[in-house]
């Protein structure tokens, strides 16, 4: 569905991102962490075609700088980009035209996604008007309207009161099971645990590790976050240290228990097969 490969952005001399390559398949949701610079943002950026690049990325085997492939990508910035002067619901209807959209359908569509958000209350609203989060709201609700098949999210849950995060992910749970491939740029990992197929981890415009769920075991396959700082921490120690022996008198000491790498390999079977 989303194939990347050999991504790579430079600006002057420096890479932003280099030599990024991922697949991403229907269904499946893949999460880009990192921090803060790591360049999760521009890997986006550069899927969807926003930005120039080396390398090559295909949509449905579709080039994301063809109509067709960009029809079928659906775009939620982390920093809402709308119409001041428009209204919320004058935003549904110029992607609703934008789209060629069937009207009536999409109408129902919109109601039904701002009665999921709670966004009753200002559909007749200027966009100016609203709180950052009610803005993140209307983005996200634009970026679906045209029920696209691959969906990108840059830091989706900012801004986000709880309601409308819980709500926001049982959307992207719902439309993965209808086959839509999502990613999610984040370094807020609670707001992902559970909901992921693959997490690409990032630092200094690369992706150092990649992890499947499925091929995870035990704790790791539970925790996002245990996985993160796993690779992202000290490797020295087990994740659990034993306590030392204690001297009579003595108070025990909390430490700070450091990280490990978590194995993801299988164990290969031992087992002979009978002749």
């Not at 959209?101 to 009753?120: I, Q």
């Amino acid at each position: 569905m989303l194939r990347v490969k050999g991504l790579t952005k430079k600006y002057n001399k420096k890479y932003a991102v280099e030599k990024v390559s991922f697949n991403l398949d229907e269904g499946e949701i893949g999460v880009l962490l990192g921090p803060n610079g790591a360049g999760k943002s521009t890997v986006i950026k550069c899927i969807l075609g926003l930005l120039q690049y080396d390398g090559e990325v295909k949509v449905d085997g579709l080039s994301t700088t063809s109509a067709e492939g960009r029809k079928i990508l659906g775009y939620v910035p982390e920093i809402p980009a709308l119409y001041e002067r428009m209204t919320v619901r004058e935003h549904f209807e110029f992607i609703t035209r934008a789209y060629q959209l069937d009207p009536e359908k999409t109408r129902e569509y919109a109601s039904e996604l701002v009665n999921r958000l709670r966004l009753n209350e200002v559909v007749d609203s200027f966009c100016k008007d609203l709180s950052k989060g009610m803005q993140q709201k209307v983005s996200i609700i634009c970026a679906l309207l045209p029920r696209p098949k691959i969906l990108l999210l840059d830091e989706p849950m900012l801004g986000l009161d709880p309601h409308a995060i819980k709500e926001l992910r049982l959307i992207l749970t719902e439309l993965a099971e209808d086959g839509v491939a999502i990613l999610i740029s984040t370094h807020l990992i609670s707001t992902v645990e559970g909901m992921w197929q693959k997490a690409y981890i990032m630092r200094n415009g690369q992706i150092l590790y990649t992890h499947r769920k499925d091929e995870m075991v035990g704790v790791w396959a539970e925790s996002l976050e245990r996985i993160f700082f796993a690779e992202t921490e000290s490797y020295d120690s087990p994740w659990q240290v034993s306590p030392e022996p204690r001297r009579k008198g003595q108070q025990t000491q909390k430490k700070n228990p450091s990280v490990s790498r978590p194995n993801t390999s299988k164990k290969k079977s031992t087992k002979k097969k009978k002749k």
